[in-house]
């Protein structure tokens, strides 16, 4: 069986994080910034212990336990819950300066029982993006009485109130990857009934409380060792709040951006997970909890492949898994980074030179390997596997959120445009 949701972030990784230097960043919010200091509101549309009975009250369920850990203060202070803060339309989330007090977790990874509470649930994607080989852990909390609807190609349509939670973290040594967790930060994404807001938030060194900290956080020598035993060191980066919407945005037909979730879509949650000790379709365990909408029959829904496993899918469909899910969030036809270099990696592009077949970069840089994207049948000359291959800021790509090379990643790239039929780009 699976180990439950991060259990193991023990007290031994606090020892861990001693050995850890961190610097810079932190909780540099500025002065009269986006958090007044009205706890009492901290409810409309989040999870509320007062608003019993529904099936995603926190402490209602079996493995939350009533209470467990800090109680979630603020949240339910007093008002009733989907009363909005003064001003504010009905429904919107007030963002504390604490994780805890969104109430979607109990315990702490000090205390090695952090959880999500009932009604917070786990989820896991068939293939998720590299970012530097962190372990992450993900949730999707959506409000008591409202559900998602379902779609077959773009992300679930998540009703106001949502909040969708993804936590990183890494062991000491790869090789035993249940030991010495230590979670470096928590992202979240909130539907607010304006639109999607995203936001960081950075775990203490005590690992008692992740703390909102929109100027992100440098975790400078950050050290762990890799599944081949091999010490790795780097800086650790923590997004800020506004660099979020980098990788998280469409741009719309009026030319505005909107952030949006990436991975919440059917064919890369279509997989199992262990609830309660039950294996169960991640789909299925939504629909069956009321909170998926219009699910159609299994055989209907589409299934991205775990990229790395061979017996799943082609060498075609797996590296184009891996280019959609790492990189076509940026490189599509309706994101800023697409849009200017008209390279296109998402899994809906079929012609080839939008995919980069024999294809000069509009942003044509020195020593990049090359002078086309792909040089179908040989890698080694072909610029989109050189920027995964190198580890150079300002050449590598994804241009933000890894400082470290996905070997696995890039040799995936290698392999299938290897295996193109060579033609001699002109
Ligand atoms: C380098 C691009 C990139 C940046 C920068 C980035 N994200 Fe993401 N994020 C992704 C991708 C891709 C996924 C989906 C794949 C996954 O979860 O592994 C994702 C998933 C998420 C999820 C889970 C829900 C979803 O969209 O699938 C949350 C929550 C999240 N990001 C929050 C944030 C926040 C908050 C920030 C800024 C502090 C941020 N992200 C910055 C690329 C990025
Ligand atoms: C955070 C957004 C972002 C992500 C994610 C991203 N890129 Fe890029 N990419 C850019 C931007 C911006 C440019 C244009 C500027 C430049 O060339 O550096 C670019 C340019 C490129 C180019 C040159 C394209 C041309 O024809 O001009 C290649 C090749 C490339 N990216 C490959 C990738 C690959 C492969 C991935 C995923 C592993 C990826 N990118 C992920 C933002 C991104």
New binding site residues.
């Given amino acids: 069986m699976r180990a439950p949701y991060m259990t193991r972030l023990g007290l031994a990784a606090v020892l861990f994080a001693a050995a850890v230097a961190a610097c810079s960043g932190g909780n540099d919010d500025p002065p009269g910034g986006d958090n007044p200091p009205d706890s009492g509101n901290h409810d409309s549309g989040t999870p509320d212990a007062g608003d019993s009975g529904t099936p995603s009250t926190p402490d209602a369920g079996p493995d939350a336990g009533p209470d467990a850990g800090e109680p979630d203060a603020g949240v339910d202070a007093g008002t009733d819950a989907g009363t909005p803060d003064a001003g504010l339309p009905e429904g919107t989330v007030t963002i504390p300066n604490k994780l805890s007090e969104l109430g979607l977790f109990t315990g702490s990874p000090a205390t090695s029982d952090f959880q999500p509470v009932a009604g917070n649930i786990p989820y896991e ?1 068939t293939t ?2 590299f ?1 530097d080989y962190s372990l ?1 852990s ?1 949730t999707l909390y959506v409000p008591a009485g409202k559900a998602a609807v379902y779609s077959a190609s773009d ?1 679930l349509d998540l009703p106001v109130g949502t909040i ?3 936590t990183f973290a890494f062991p000491a040594d790869f090789r035993e990857p249940d030991k010495n967790v230590r979670p470096l930060e928590t ?3 909130v539907r607010q009934p304006g639109g999607w807001e ?3 938030y950075v775990w203490n060194d005590a690992l008692t409380e992740a703390d909102k900290a929109v100027g ?1 956080k440098v975790f400078k020598n950050f050290e762990f060792i890799d599944a081949q035993g091999v010490a790795k060191k780097f800086d650790y980066l ?4 506004n ?2 919407q ?3 945005h469409v741009v719309d037909e009026q030319d505005n951006q909107q952030l ?5 879509k059917a064919r ?1 949650l279509n997989r199992d997970h262990v609830y309660d000790g039950q294996t169960l379709n991640q789909l299925q365990h939504l629909a069956d909890l009321g909170k998926l909408t219009g699910l159609p029959p299994a055989i209907q829904i589409p299934r991205a492949p775990d990229a790395f496993n061979t017996a799943e899918a082609s060498l075609e469909i797996r590296a184009r898994t891996y280019l959609d ?2 990189c076509a ?2 490189h599509n036809p309706k994101a800023q980074p697409g849009i200017t270099s008209r390279l296109f990696l998402d899994i809906k592009t079929t012609d080839e030179f939008s995919l980069g077949h024999c294809k000069r970069p509009g942003s044509a840089g020195n020593g990049v390997g090359g002078e086309f994207d792909i040089v179908p049948g040989d890698h080694s000359t072909s610029i989109l596997w050189y920027r995964m291959n190198t580890e150079e800021s300002g050449k590598m790509m ?1 241009e ?2 890894r400082a470290l090379r996905h070997d696995a990643g890039s040799q995936l790239i290698a392999d299938w445009i290897d295996a193109m039929t060579p033609r001699t780009c002109k």
């Fill in positions: 994607l998720p993006l970012s992450k993900r992300v969708i939670t993804k992202r979240i994404l995203a936001y960081p992100g923590v997004p800020q709040r660099q979020c980098k990788c998280h949006l979730p990436i991975g919440v890369y899910i790492n969030h940026c994804p933000i959120g």
